[in-house]
């Protein structure tokens, strides 16, 4: 297994690798996507795949397409989630959001193209190992799993249930879709398609699960914590936006030391889905532990 910044650097030395060139008539559609890909970003994601499928296992160079369409599709929600339309955000990563340089047209397309790379990028990633063994069953039910995740029972309905929880009295089941589906779905797919591409078995499968689930839904608790006490300098983007939006959420809702309580029972109950294996899991572990703590 290699350190969560050995893993970070693979994804950055080749993240913009497969953004097309879609000619001089549309130069600015690959200037929109590469820009938001390389403002900054934590890559929890893409590393979060590479780290699965490495543990099980598996080839991470043969990962790595999987993992980039994970920073893709995440990039591609954060542009769309930004646009006027829905939170209407000028600051993300740190930077100017992506229709407040390039326009909201390109932005929405930005977005879009991104969706598709990602799509194209899971379904082609077996033709990219032509000439050596490839596991197709293994890779159709990775890239199922990354664009079924991503879509319209994944993040979209998370982020559709999360729109409409504005105008809606504040209810505990919803706020749990709203964490499942808008956030943990995007990290759970990770886990569980790296653990696939390695051909890893039901028990292994099942347990990380019970973990990504977990720290998914303890990742959005903290972000929403943080939208109340974080500092806007390191998030990178206006806080404070979730209750003058009406934000149905667990810290907004149960009160901040509700919601601390909530974020260490979920990482204690992540970290114990994956006891029975021991000291092998320990880079899962600590990671659980440094987004319990994260300041960003
Ligand atoms: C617009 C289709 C569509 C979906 C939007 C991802 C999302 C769903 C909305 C973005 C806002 C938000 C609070 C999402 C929850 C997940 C989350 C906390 C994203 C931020 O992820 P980080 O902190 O970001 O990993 P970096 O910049 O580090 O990659």
Redesign the pocket.
């Known amino acids: 297994m290699l350190s969560f910044n050995e893993y970070k650097d693979l994804i950055n030395s080749h993240l913009t690798d497969l953004i097309a060139d879609p000619g001089e008539e549309a130069a600015v559609l690959a200037d929109a996507m590469r820009y938001s890909l390389e403002v900054?970003?934590?890559?929890?994601r893409p590393v979060l795949l590479l780290a699965s499928c490495d543990f099980a296992g598996g080839e991470i160079m043969e990962a790595l397409p999987y993992a980039l369409s994970l920073e893709y599709i995440?990039t591609y929600?954060?542009i769309?989630?930004d646009l006027p339309a829905?939170?209407n955000d000028d600051l993300r990563?740190g930077k100017p959001t992506s229709h407040k340089v390039f326009g909201e047209a390109m932005a929405i397309l930005a977005g879009d193209a991104l969706l598709s790379t990602a799509a194209e990028t899971v379904t082609g990633a077996p033709l990219a190992f032509a000439g050596i063994p490839v596991k197709m069953a293994a890779h159709i039910r990775a890239a199922h799993e990354i664009m079924s995740r991503a879509g319209a029972t994944g993040?979209?309905a998370?982020?559709t249930a999360d729109i409409r929880g504005e105008s809606l009295e504040p209810d505990a089941d919803l706020i749990r879709y709203i964490e499942l589906h808008?956030?943990a779905d995007?990290i759970t797919a990770p886990v569980r398609a790296g653990l696939m591409l390695a051909e890893a078995d039901d028990d292994m499968l099942s347990a990380f699960t019970t973990y990504a689930l977990d720290i998914g839904v303890a990742?959005?608790i903290l972000?929403d914590i943080l939208d109340i006490e974080g500092d806007q300098a390191l998030m990178g983007k206006t806080l404070g936006k979730d209750a003058e939006q009406g934000k149905c959420n667990y810290a907004y809702v149960h009160g901040i030391d509700a919601a601390k309580e909530e974020l260490h029972r979920l990482t204690a109950e992540a970290k114990d889905a994956l006891s029975p294996y021991g000291d092998k899991a320990s880079f899962f572990m600590s990671l659980a532990d440094s987004l319990e703590i994260r300041n960003h």
């Not at 900054?40 to 929890?44: F, I, N």
């Open positions: 900054g970003g934590k890559r929890l995440h929600s954060l769309h989630d829905m939170d990563r993040m979209i998370g982020q808008k956030t995007l990742f959005q972000d």
